[in-house]
């Protein structure tokens, strides 16, 4: 019988059943919730959902009756909401469980299981599910239950109620990628027969196809816009930038093209204008990279929770987080963010700080010590009096330090800036030099050559290298889990001469501790007793130590839990104590030796007495992400790196041994982390902070390049240019190689634009400059460039790698 | 040779009423999520019930 259950899967989540008694006809479920779930789906016909894909459903949850109680709450309701208005409402949830497209089919039809739903959509990318619904029959709280029910879960928190900061991608510049495409298409369309004709095309027909041409320039105009606007308010700051060749070039190509057509004496250059303008927009696209899933702007508030339990006169209700008063009760469950400062009253407190500081592993909390917001309870629910309220607890305040206010100037390319100015220079020389060459014999000629110079050197190709450069790394690097803010970064990331890292998190993995145990050896039979014993507990120490011994489970007698002590029990003739260091000295014959003593200053460590004597403790030691020894080594042939820890130097032979030649610097706060680096700073160097978590936010603004190591997309990656996942960590030289390449590559690039540049030149100085030539090189040599980078920059890839 | 003119008319026309479909589509939100849709639609096993609304 045994072997049958073996094989049983839910029909809902796929998990293996513990046994066949929960069922319906032939389809066996692994619990009562997954069977329930399954009956609403297949009452309301929406058992498709298991032929979409097999097994698709999330393993249902026990709902906690009053878990979405404070959606009752309608100032909370009124912010989570994107609109209401008369009897509809409608909120874009984010539910993160999201990920096939039996998901999508179930959410979009759910208007079937609650009728008060008018429709529901999801953006699969953005896992997103906006739902607009009546209001006066369904409510907000039983959307969100009716969701959570299904294994959905939507995530509320702090930051869905604050100021909406809408990133929406840019449809203006589609907009007008579009427009130009369109132009440019027909332009080119009419003027194919010019072209072709070599002169021989009739003249009416001729003027019909140019004015064809010529209504179609305000469309152009408006797709150039932002090239005029920039050039504008670039002159107007006393500032040269590549914009305004760019905006001269266009607006040349459009005064001649209108004095051309309209006194009938040409065809204009409306082929040239359309197509640079197209070529430029599309550069502007091809820049932009979104990556939906990642968001570089979270603040701390993503993290907290909306509102907590309070305990009041005898009865528990939801409130709102930012209504907490100084005294409150709170009740904090497991897995629950501490969000304000507070005292522990009740409960064995086990606070996780790992999103405040990094640090793995959890913080034992006394009767009556303090508990920072921002922990994490770990374990069993527990009782706090609040300390402060919101505004004034430890992490806002901490937010709210001088250095994460700090804007970075990342948007400003420095390359393209002096490109712009040199180019604009020589152009307004050349130009004003030929003009002045001609003016004596004939100012009309003279004329024509200014212009033409200015039309011919616009510097479409220049303009092009680096968005498609850049564009292209970003993609690059995005397809190799490193995602980089923006496309400026890259060239940040070529100026790098010195990588700092951060121990905690980022070389260590917060995931993966390993236990050690230091003492007085015990026996096999002993260690079968340990790990019976600790199995009993459900504390999280309990359990790691549990999991890290071996042998066979024996039973153990008069198990006890002294809550925040330890726990003790008996097998054979042993009996054995787990716990603090007093819990397990209090009756012991004989004392701790001085090793074991200075072990009790750490909180987490675990000590051990079998039959009254103290034998030693397990102690949590974080480990090493791999591969991280060779990532160094290499580093340290083109950076200068160094290392910077919160921690004490208890580990540096282990750091010494790992990375030798490597400074490292011990019990560095955040404060002091930012402080180092600006005065690395202060001596010219160009800082790469690598780090994690709140403790390196201030640290990673502050450095010209700061990469947060993220275990999921979901972490914590505030102040961050550029968020790359952990176990990529080992492609960092070769990312940051590819960056110089990068850099290489756009003079390179610059170098060919500047040869058909003065090939164009050539034409427009001696006044041979015929609308066909430009409208020939003008794309060709903006093709080039964009040919030229792209494939140059895949093979730096390829090279490296990537 | 007078025919081109109106086929240029008629092109002109029509790459217009292109231009139009493209904005109409880019101000109701086509471009803005491009993944869903292809899922959405593998997933019309029974549409005769489904019910479509637009606000």
């Known amino acids: 019988m045994k072997h049958e259950t073996d094989l049983l899967h839910c029909y809902h989540c796929g998990e293996s059943c513990p046994d066949n008694t929960i069922n319906k006809i032939d389809k066996y479920f692994c619990c009562t919730g997954c069977l329930y779930v399954y009956e609403l789906l297949n009452d309301n016909k929406l058992d498709s959902y298991y032929k979409l894909n097999e097994k698709s459903g999330i393993r249902a949850k026990t709902l906690n009756k009053d878990e979405f109680a404070f959606l009752d709450n309608i100032e909370i309701e009124e912010k989570l909401l994107k609109f209401k208005s008369g009897h509809t409402s409608k909120v874009i949830l984010y539910l993160p469980q999201i990920y096939c497209s039996a998901c999508v089919w179930l959410l979009e039809n759910i208007s079937r299981l609650d009728h008060g739903i008018i429709d529901s959509k999801i953006n699969f990318l953005k896992k997103e599910l906006s739902i607009l619904y009546r209001h006066d029959q369904t409510s907000l709280r039983k959307l969100v239950e009716l969701l959570t029910m299904l294994g959905y879960t939507p995530t509320l928190n702090l930051a869905d109620i604050g100021e909406k900061k809408q990133v929406k991608y840019n449809r203006q510049l589609y907009l007008k990628l579009g427009l130009a495409g369109f132009a440019f298409g027909n332009i080119m369309l009419f003027s194919f027969p010019e072209y072709l004709s070599f002169g021989l095309l009739e003249s009416n027909f001729r003027i019909f196809l140019s004015y064809l041409s010529l209504i179609m320039s305000p469309l152009i105009l408006y797709a150039s816009g932002d090239y005029f606007k920039s050039a504008y308010n ?274 260590t993995d917060p995931g993966k501790s390993t236990i050690f145990y230091k003492g007085k050896e015990f026996s096999k039979s002993m260690e079968c007793a340990i790990k019976s014993l600790t199995r009993n507990s459900t504390h999280p120490l309990s359990r790691i130590i549990s999991e890290s011994l071996t042998g066979d489970l024996v039973e153990i007698r008069d198990y006890q839990e002294i809550s925040g002590k330890g726990i003790f029990g008996r097998f054979d003739n042993y009996f054995i104590k787990l716990g603090s260091l007093k819990f397990v000295e209090w009756d012991a014959k004989t004392g701790a030796n001085e090793e074991i003593k200075k072990a009790a200053d750490k909180e987490t460590n675990v000590f051990l007495s079998i039959n009254e004597k103290i034998y030693g403790y397990f102690g949590v030691q974080s480990s090493y992400r791999e591969g991280l020894s060779l990532v160094v080594e290499n580093l340290k042939k083109f950076y200068n790196v160094e290392i910077l820890s919160g921690d004490n130097d208890s580990e540096k032979a282990v750091l010494e041994q790992m990375f030798p030649g490597v400074k490292v610097n011990f019990n560095q706060l955040p404060d002091n982390k930012i402080r180092y680096i600006e005065s690395l700073q202060s001596h010219g160097d160009k800082v790469l902070m690598i780090g994690d978590g709140l403790n390196d936010a201030g640290a990673l603004k502050q450095a010209d390049v700061g990469i947060a190591v993220a275990e999921l997309n979901s972490n914590f990656t505030p102040g961050s240019d550029a968020i790359l996942q952990a176990k990529h960590i080992s492609k960092l030289p070769e990312f940051l190689l590819l960056t110089t390449k990068a850099i290489t590559t756009v003079y390179l690039s610059y170098g060919i634009s500047l040869i058909y540049n003065c090939v164009g030149l050539y034409f427009a100085v001696t006044g041979k400059l015929a609308p066909v030539v430009a409208a020939i090189l003008m794309p060709l040599s903006s093709l080039s460039v964009v040919l030229f980078t792209i494939i140059k920059v895949k093979i730096d890839a390829k090279f490296h790698r990537l | 040779m007078d025919v081109i003119f109106l086929l240029i008319i008629i092109s002109f026309t029509l790459a217009f009423g292109f231009l139009i479909a493209f904005i109409y589509a880019m101000k109701h939100d086509q471009f803005e999520d491009s993944v869903t849709p292809s899922l959405r639609i593998l997933n019309d096993l029974d549409a005769h019930n489904k019910h479509i609304h637009h606000n």
């Open chain 1, 234 to 507: 670039a002159i107007k700051m006393k500032h040269i930038n590549l914009d305004i060749p760019l905006a001269a070039g266009i607006g040349m190509l459009f005064v001649r093209s209108l004095i051309e057509i309209v006194s009938h004496s040409g065809v204009g250059f409306m082929d040239s204008m359309s197509g640079l303008v197209f070529f430029l927009l599309t550069g502007k696209v091809f820049q932009q990279k979104t990556f939906h899933t990642l968001s570089f702007e979270r603040d701390f508030k993503s993290y907290f929770p909306l509102s907590v339990l309070r305990k009041r006169d005898g009865k528990d209700e939801y409130i709102p987080v930012k209504d907490i008063k100084e005294h409150d009760v709170l009740i904090i469950r497991n897995n629950e963010i501490v969000p304000v400062d507070a005292h522990l009253i009740a409960g064995d407190a086990l606070i996780d700080y790992s999103f405040v500081t990094g640090e793995s592993a959890a913080t034992r909390v006394g009767a009556d010590e303090k508990i920072f917001s921002g922990g994490k309870q770990v374990g069993s629910t527990i009782e706090l009096k609040v300390l402060k309220n919101f505004d004034q607890s430890y992490i806002t305040e901490l937010w709210n330090n001088s250095a994460f206010v700090k804007i970075k100037e990342t948007n400003i390319s420095k390359i393209s800036d002096l490109a712009g100015k040199y180019f604009s220079y020589a152009i307004l020389i050349i130009s004003v030099v030929a003009f002045l060459f001609w003016a004596p014999t004939n100012l009309n000629t003279a004329i024509n050559i200014f212009t033409a110079v200015l039309i011919i050197a616009c510097p479409c190709a220049i303009a092009l290298t680096i968005p498609y450069t850049y564009g292209m790394t970003l993609r690059i690097m995005g397809k190799n889990m490193f995602f980089l803010r923006n496309d400026k970064v890259v060239e940040n990331l070529s100026r790098i001469n010195t990588v700092i890292l951060d121990k905690t998190g980022t070389l």
